[in-house]
């Protein structure tokens, strides 16, 4: 095992440890608007149920991914990065 699938696997392991809601939200949304939305750029310090910090934008994609969801990243204007999560 690489150092770099160490740090894949702590990520994963904690990721619905530190974010446990993700599911459902992701869920709810993808139903009601057909996509999920959650800020995750550098200058994020905490967890909210609108951003996170940038620790988790690799974790967040990986899981949506394997869950079977499009994953992508969009701006605002002002050039913070959201993680867009579709069917």
Known sequence: MTLADILRQEA???LLT???W???RVV??????G???IICDT??????????PN????????WAEQQGFHV??????SGTRLIAITL
């Open 12 to 14: 994963k392991s904690t």
């Open 18 to 20: 530190d974010i446990p």
């Open 22 to 24: 993700l599911p459902e």
């Open 28 to 33: 709810d949304s993808v139903r009601a608007c």
């Open 35 to 37: 996509k999920y939305r």
């Open 43 to 52: 200058h994020i310090k905490e967890v909210s149920k609108s951003s996170v």
């Open 55 to 62: 620790k988790y934008y690799y974790p967040i994609k990986q």
């Open 72 to 77: 992508r990243d969009e701006y605002y204007s």
